[in-house]
């Protein structure tokens, strides 16, 4: 299951994780983020213990949104360090792409 973040648990759960982060922006209204919304669930029970999975409503938490330049949606960013190593911008990425994609940062 995917972490809810938010402007309190950022910096401890992933800025200052020690393991790698995929942090999905999304929204309730936004019908990819929906489509891709399980798939993260997966990715964040599967890789327990050796990545973390976290999702940020950008309706909730705008400040966040507003500083990773959140622009569309769905938005996948991958910490590692506190540093953006990478990103997806869209639904288009399946479960195999994104789970290799966190895995080359552990």
């Given at each position: 299951?995917?972490?809810q973040?938010?402007?309190?648990?950022?910096?401890?759960?992933?800025?200052?994780s020690?393991?790698?982060?995929?942090?999905?922006?999304?929204?309730?209204?936004?019908?990819p983020?929906?489509?891709i919304g399980?798939?993260i669930?997966?990715?964040?029970?599967?890789?327990?213990?050796?990545?973390?999975?976290?999702?940020?409503?950008?309706?909730?938490?705008?400040?966040?949104?507003?500083?990773?330049?959140?622009?569309?949606?769905?938005?996948?960013?991958?910490?590692?360090?506190?540093?953006?190593?990478?990103?997806i911008?869209?639904?288009?990425?399946?479960?195999?792409?994104?789970k290799?994609?966190?895995?080359?940062?552990v």
């Amino acid at each position: 299951m995917a972490i809810q973040l938010n402007e309190d648990n950022f910096q401890s759960e992933v800025l200052d994780s020690d393991v790698p982060v995929l942090v999905d922006f999304w929204a309730e209204w936004c019908g990819p983020c929906k489509m891709i919304g399980p798939v993260i669930d997966q990715l964040g029970s599967e890789l327990e213990g050796k990545a973390k999975v976290g999702k940020v409503n950008v309706d909730d938490c705008r400040d966040l949104a507003v500083k990773y330049n959140v622009r569309s949606i769905p938005l996948l960013l991958f910490f590692k360090d506190g540093e953006v190593k990478d990103q997806i911008v869209g639904a288009s990425a399946g479960k195999d792409q994104l789970k290799a994609k966190l895995e080359a940062l552990v």
